[in-house]
């Protein structure tokens, strides 16, 4: 059974700074997600690694992924104010059950 | 671009009532899920289904059940609601083969009284 940690759980810093959110998983997982909440609204997908080494950017963030270790990462470059929002991975262990989530890092950018 | 449209933003019940809550996607996916939110749990599985009339149940599921009739449509039935039901329930659809991308509906905010 795929579990999927990621830490920090909450996080909250000022505008300018560099952070990374750190996503470990437990078993084989063949790809790899990253999802934005604002408060009160739904999820929408950020990005979705492939494969060992895949590394997507968008803006101030970037996501990886090291298979091997299983570990994925989102680094946030120079936060702004409106990156603030609960990002959370998800992993999907290959069954029909879809994707399991982490429990989500709240991230909170202040000026 | 695919949508996922759930039929309420908000809902307010009384307990003992049975509610119905909808979701319908447009881009003709097979799998469809139903999760419940919560502070500090993250997201938990309630049902899911990977084709019309067949359902399967999450990590969740006392409490709850779940009708397909058509592939579009996937509904989450609290047969009698309870107070502990009070949740942000997020639909989500995705293609074949399984583990793909989901995409989230809006989400229906649920509060038993």
């Known amino acids: 059974e795929l579990k999927v940690e990621q830490n920090p759980l909450f996080l909250s810093m000022q505008e300018g700074k560099n952070y990374t959110i750190y996503c470990n998983y437990s078993?084989?997982?063949?790809?790899l997600y990253w999802y934005r909440q604002d408060p009160g609204k739904s999820l929408e997908s950020l990005f979705v690694?492939?494969?060992?080494?895949a590394v997507k950017q968008e803006g101030r963030l970037m996501a990886s992924l090291d298979t091997k270790a299983r570990l994925s990462t989102l680094h946030i470059t120079a936060a702004v104010h409106d990156l603030s929002a609960t990002y959370f991975c998800a992993g999907s262990g290959g069954g029909a059950d879809g994707l399991t989530f982490g429990k989500g890092t709240h991230l909170i950018i202040q000026p | 671009d695919v949508k996922v449209t759930q039929s309420s933003r908000y809902l307010v019940k009384r307990t003992g009532e049975k509610v119905f809550l909808e979701c319908v996607q447009d881009m003709d996916h097979e799998n469809m899920f139903w999760y419940r939110q919560d502070p500090g749990l993250g997201l938990r599985l309630i049902y899911f289904s990977y084709d019309v009339k067949m359902k399967e149940k999450g990590d969740i599921p006392e409490g709850y059940s779940v009708s397909r009739e058509k592939k579009e449509r996937f509904s989450l039935i609290l047969e009698s609601a309870s107070t502990n039901q009070t949740s942000m329930y997020l639909c989500?659809?995705?293609?074949?083969?399984?583990?793909?991308?989901?995409?989230f509906g809006q989400g229906t905010r649920l509060t038993v009284v």
């Open positions: 989500a659809s995705s293609p074949p083969p399984w583990g793909r991308e989901a995409f």
């Open positions: 690694l492939l494969s060992n080494g």
């Open positions: 078993t084989t997982s063949d790809r």
